[in-house]
């Protein structure tokens, strides 16, 4: 039996745990001998992908027209399903996802995708980007490490890949300090629909009401934030209207929290499981943006998405029906024996090839340059300032868990204090 998600110091139900626990973590450890027997069977799979592990998957979130469910599991399956946006539609995601987020990026089709997609990127500039490494990542990185580091240990989990994140977001965003706790709380309620449906609408509003507030201010007094550059973007005479900011802004909060906190997680497992990984990338930050790729590929934070499929069409060679929903296996891809030797290894000198864990075509993540910033400034700011840094030996049995979104629960680690 599974446990029972924890609760939060108030007696609450923690919102936190309650996700973790809707997808899988406790319950699956790894699903990737599974997904590869499925593989094997069929790279396209009749039926939910959850419905071998007992759990629902993102596939569920987007209602099936026919009743019917698909899931491409191959890296050659997934590749062209998420290239044919015709074929294959994100609109499926509305009557759910955006009941709670707001008609986003995420349920868009061409040509809206490409018009709402080039007015946000404005607020993700190279000039930007290079703004915040410096002026909030490194700065909430260091201040998160200066709390542990002459402890000389900690769990990275706890005390930095999950808090990080959502800070980041928050200064990007211009929030107060003080907001961080009730709005992250808001951010995993929104996304908990499966638990507690009304609640995430809850939720949902309230973030929007919290939001507005803030855009008012911002459409007269622009800063140098997200809201701001959103509030005023601008292109061939097109603008963003308060909804679609809003709903952004609440699609922001899980793809951009939730999944580095994840991805960066796995990244120190995966380096931390194999010291001679971790010490070869200690010595030459050369190999950085291998270890961060691996990472992703190895153990992709988000493993599924899904499509609503337009047409009768053939997808790997199996006849998938119009109006079924074919769910995208990004896990499974990513572990493609045909694509990848040993591909259940975590090796960073293997070759580098593209990898599917921030999906593919139109629709890749548009934060994947920002989550890899974030994660590079914290490996580099953890290498160098944790000398000595291992697993503690003491920790029992650290492991990656879940099934729609992984990551290890803890990071228990010790090293040599300053």
Known sequence: MADQPPKDGDGERDPFAEFDQMNGAGIVRDPYPTFAEM????????????????????????????????????YEAVQQVLLDGETFSSSGYAPTVG????????????????RYRALIQQAFSL????????????????????????????????????????????????????????????????????????????ASQKLRDYFAGILAVRRTEPREDVISVLAHAELDGQRLTDEEIFAFLRLLLPAGAETTYRSSSNLLLGLLSRPEQLAA??????????????????????????????????????????????????GAAN?????????DTFDIFREPKPHMAFAYGAHTCLGMHLARMETRVMMNAVLDRLPGLRLDP????????????????????????R
């Open 39 to 74: 593989r094997r069977e069929c790279p396209v799979l009749k039926g939910p992908l959850g419905d071998r592990f007992g759990l629902p998957l993102a596939e569920q979130s987007m209602p099936s027209h026919s009743g019917e469910y698909y899931t491409a599991l191959s």
């Open 394 to 417: 003491a920790a029992a049995d650290v492991h990656i868990t879940g099934l729609g979104f992984r990551a290890p629960r803890q990071l228990p680690v010790v090293f040599d204090p």
């Open 99 to 114: 009941m709670l987020m707001g008609h986003s990026i995420l349920e868009m089709d061409e040509p809206e995708h490409g």
């Open 281 to 330: 990338v200690r010595e030459d930050r050369g190999l950085m943006k291998r270890a961060i790729e691996e990472g992703l590929r190895w153990e992709p934070p988000l493993t599924g998405i899904a499509r609503l499929v337009m047409r009768d069409t053939v997808v790997a060679g199996v006849p998938v029906p119009r109006g079924a929903v074919i769910g995208v296996s990004l």
């Open 335 to 343: 572990h493609d024996e045909t694509r990848w030797e040993q591909p």
């Open 127 to 202: 000039k930007v980007m290079e703004r915040w490494e410096h002026v909030i990542v490194a700065p909430i990185v260091d201040d998160l490490i200066d709390r542990f580091a002459a402890r000389g240990r900690a769990d990275l989990v706890h005390e930095l890949t999950l808090p990080f994140p959502i800070q980041v977001i928050a200064a990007m965003l211009g929030l107060p300090e003080a907001d961080l706790p009730q709005f992250h709380r808001w951010a995993v309620e929104l996304i908990s629909i499966t638990v507690d449906i009304m609640r995430g609408i809850e």
